[in-house]
């Protein structure tokens, strides 16, 4: 991709529909052969952009900066870099920044990132850093020009003392220079409208798009459900549970449940989706055509 890398932000504002993948950086080189293969499988889907996160604690910094360095130069997508406060100084922060943007790399999530413990253990500030998003996603307009989206949650954050808490937290990221939002895995529509619906309330008029992750086996789902603190809810715990001995059962079911999801959230007006694909192309393909979304 050659010259200003289009804005997120832009693309939303836009009123045109989003959809757009998430991958991580993988650990080893077969996980990487997974990951550009998934690639090349969903580019022709010609999604509205891709993101790649950042390993807890900042462990995958370079990892990061370099899959979407590629992923800028080689492909025909456009990326978005996740970036967390943890474990960085301002001055490190600032050097991410550039590296990023002297790479081709026009767009950033930006996140406070979870504690190193995981989930719901104390966070710990780094000293010479910035302690929530929000400050993060200042450093960033006033650093640079890059497009900046930040997170949020359709339940709250596990941390937050109320959902309006939660929402004002969303504001002050907005106030920070923030374009859009994406949130944690969306697991009923209702919540997500919940979100939509209290944000606006809060004064909130960024775009939010709703993250999506189908239910692929039950283990991995609870396991990843819990970590944000929540619950499976009933109405999708009573179609995955009856099938848990026959794996090939839940994973439709899940794609299934997925994919009325989707529908679920476009019809109450989502400016678009965003899967967490596991560097997996398979069943976001899946839920895609499912859906017919190519244009
Ligand atoms: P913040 O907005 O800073 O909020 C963190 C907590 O602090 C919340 O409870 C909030 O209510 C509270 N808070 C915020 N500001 C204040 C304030 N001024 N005073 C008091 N309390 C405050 N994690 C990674 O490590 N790498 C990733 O790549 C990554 N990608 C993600 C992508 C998405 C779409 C989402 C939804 C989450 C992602 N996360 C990632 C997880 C995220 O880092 C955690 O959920 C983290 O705990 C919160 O991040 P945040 O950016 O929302 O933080």
Same mark, same amino acid.
């Given at each position: 991709?050659?010259?200003?890398?289009?804005?997120?932000?832009?693309l939303?504002?836009?009123?045109?529909?989003?959809f757009?993948?998430?991958?991580?950086?993988?650990?080893?080189?077969?996980?990487?052969?997974?990951?550009?293969?998934s690639?090349?499988?969903?580019?022709?889907?010609?999604?509205?952009?891709?993101s790649?996160?950042?390993?807890?604690?900042?462990?995958?910094?370079?990892?990061?900066l370099?899959?979407?360095?590629?992923?800028?130069? @080689?492909?025909? =997508?456009?990326p978005m870099?996740? +970036?967390t406060? /943890?474990g960085?100084?301002? $001055?490190?922060?600032?050097? *991410?920044?550039a590296?990023?943007?002297?790479?081709?790399?026009?767009?950033?999530?930006?996140?406070?990132?979870?504690?190193?413990?995981?989930?719901?253990?104390?966070?710990?500030?780094?000293?010479?850093?910035?302690?929530?998003?929000?400050?993060?996603v200042?450093?960033?307009?006033?650093?640079?020009?890059?497009?900046?989206?930040?997170?949020?949650?359709?339940?709250?954050?596990?941390?937050?003392?109320?959902l309006?808490?939660d929402?004002a937290?969303?504001?002050?990221?907005?106030?920070a220079?923030?374009?859009?939002a994406?949130t @944690?895995?969306? =697991?009923?529509?209702s919540?997500? +409208?919940?979100? /939509?619906?209290r944000?606006? $309330?809060?004064?909130?008029? *960024?775009p939010?798009?709703?993250?999506i992750?189908?239910?692929?086996?039950?283990?991995?789902?609870?396991?990843?459900?819990?970590?944000?603190g929540?619950?499976?809810p009933?109405?999708?715990?009573?179609?995955?549970?009856?099938?848990?001995?026959?794996?090939?059962?839940?994973?439709?079911e899940?794609?299934?449940?997925a994919?009325?999801?989707?529908?679920?959230?476009?019809?109450?007006?989502?400016?678009g989706?965003?899967?967490?694909?596991?560097?997996?192309?398979k069943?976001?393909r899946?839920?895609?055509?499912?859906?017919?979304?190519?244009?």
């Amino acid at each position: 991709m050659s010259g200003t890398p289009a804005r997120i932000g832009d693309l939303l504002g836009s009123g045109q529909r989003s959809f757009s993948f998430e991958f991580f950086p993988p650990k080893d080189e077969a996980g990487e052969d997974v990951l550009w293969r998934s690639i090349s499988e969903l580019e022709p889907l010609q999604p509205s952009f891709v993101s790649v996160t950042y390993g807890a604690g900042g462990t995958t910094r370079d990892r990061t900066l370099a899959i979407t360095a590629r992923i800028a130069q @080689e492909t025909s =997508l456009l990326p978005m870099a996740h +970036l967390t406060c /943890v474990g960085h100084t301002t $001055a490190e922060l600032l050097d *991410i920044l550039a590296a990023l943007r002297g790479s081709g790399v026009g767009n950033v999530l930006a996140l406070r990132g979870d504690p190193p413990g995981g989930p719901g253990t104390p966070f710990e500030p780094t000293p010479g850093g910035v302690d929530y998003a929000s400050e993060l996603v200042g450093l960033v307009r006033r650093s640079s020009d890059l497009c900046i989206g930040v997170a949020a949650f359709p339940e709250g954050h596990r941390d937050a003392a109320t959902l309006d808490d939660d929402v004002a937290v969303l504001r002050a990221k907005q106030d920070a220079g923030a374009e859009f939002a994406v949130t @944690e895995m969306v =697991l009923r529509a209702s919540d997500y +409208l919940g979100l /939509v619906e209290r944000a606006g $309330a809060a004064g909130v008029t *960024i775009p939010i798009v709703p993250g999506i992750m189908p239910i692929l086996g039950v283990t991995s789902m609870t396991k990843m459900v819990e970590l944000s603190g929540r619950d499976i809810p009933a109405e999708v715990r009573s179609r995955i549970e009856p099938l848990a001995e026959d794996p090939a059962a839940v994973r439709a079911e899940g794609i299934a449940i997925a994919t009325e999801l989707c529908d679920d959230l476009l019809a109450g007006g989502a400016p678009g989706l965003h899967f967490y694909t596991l560097n997996r192309s398979k069943a976001t393909r899946e839920i895609w055509s499912a859906l017919s979304l190519s244009a």
